[in-house]
């Protein structure tokens, strides 16, 4: 099935060449959070604050540190 | 870190997909990204069904990605009536796709709830306890509108698609 990419337009023959192409637009990969848009860490993390019942707090505070090493990570760049 | 999430419509006869769409525009058009104001609904008519799906790209180092809930907010215009797929119980299982159509859609027949439901009411693999484990799709979201013969103007609305996801 052929895909288009809704942020610049391109098509591609497939999702794997799709996934594996960075965005005009977005600057990065589908597979970057970043690509969710600009509140990408804020969704992010209310989804892992959902499911905080059904992991370890170690997990779940691992994986809420990794969000905001990222966000640091992108404000020390600019 | 955690998954990465976006929101695929498919469209056409053939079955193209956009994936990472950027609007869910209702419209006299089968297209996603649509800009509702080239492709008006008339009044007593439907738009266009819209086929969507939730897409994990990168799970992110997360074990699940499930839950899905799906709602507007936001006032629909006069008797206009926003109808889906998706609903809580009596779940139909995953909706295949067909072309889309501007006529009385069979597969969008629910209410399109006005607030977060409290169970799941879209699902994955055909179920609503359903879950992503790895990268992939829910099943289709199915949705139309049908704009009322009295309604002279559009709305505008936010959908709004929520997920659960594991550490």
């Known amino acids: 099935?052929?895909?288009?990419?809704?942020?610049?337009?391109?098509?591609?023959?497939?999702?794997?060449?799709?996934?594996?192409?960075?965005?005009?637009v977005t600057g990065v990969a589908p597979t970057d959070p970043l690509s969710m848009?600009?509140?990408?860490?804020?969704?992010?993390?209310?989804?892992?604050d959902r499911g905080k019942s059904e992991t370890t707090p170690e997990k779940l505070a691992a994986a809420k540190l990794a969000v905001k090493n990222k966000v640091e990570a992108i404000k020390a760049k600019k | 870190m955690a998954?990465?999430?976006?929101?695929?419509?498919?469209?056409?006869?053939?079955?193209?997909?956009?994936?990472?769409?950027?609007?869910?525009?209702?419209?006299?058009?089968?297209s996603a990204n649509l800009v509702a104001a080239t492709y008006p609904i008339t009044a007593g008519t439907?738009?266009?069904?819209?086929?969507q799906k939730l897409e994990v790209t990168n799970m992110?180092?997360?074990?699940?990605?499930?839950?899905?809930?799906?709602?507007?907010t936001g006032t629909l215009s006069g008797s206009d009536t926003f109808l889906t797929n998706a609903r809580t119980t009596s779940y139909a299982g995953a909706a295949t796709y067909a072309t889309p159509v501007n006529t009385t859609s069979s597969k969008a027949t629910q209410t399109m709830p006005t607030s977060a439901p409290a169970?799941?009411?879209?699902?994955?693999?055909?179920s609503l306890t359903g879950e992503l484990t790895t990268t992939g799709l829910s099943?289709?979201?199915?949705?139309?509108?049908?704009?009322?013969?009295?309604?002279?103007?559009?709305?505008t609305l936010t959908l709004n698609y929520r997920y659960t996801e594991i550490a």
């Open chain 1, 37 to 48: 848009g600009k509140n990408w860490a804020r969704i992010q993390d209310l989804a892992l």
């Open chain 2, 119 to 126: 169970s799941a009411n879209l699902g994955i693999g055909g």
């Open chain 2, 60 to 72: 992110g180092g997360s074990s699940k990605v499930k839950d899905l809930k799906i709602w507007y």
């Open chain 2, 3 to 30: 998954a990465t999430v976006q929101i695929a419509e498919f469209n056409g006869a053939g079955e193209t997909k956009t994936a990472s769409i950027t609007n869910s525009n209702f419209g006299s058009n089968d």
């Open chain 2, 46 to 51: 439907s738009s266009y069904e819209k086929y």
């Open chain 2, 139 to 155: 099943d289709y979201l199915v949705m139309q509108l049908n704009v009322h013969s009295a309604t002279t103007a559009g709305a």
């Open chain 1, 1 to 24: 099935m052929p895909v288009y990419c809704g942020q610049c337009g391109a098509e591609y023959k497939d999702d794997a060449e799709y996934l594996n192409t960075v965005c005009k």
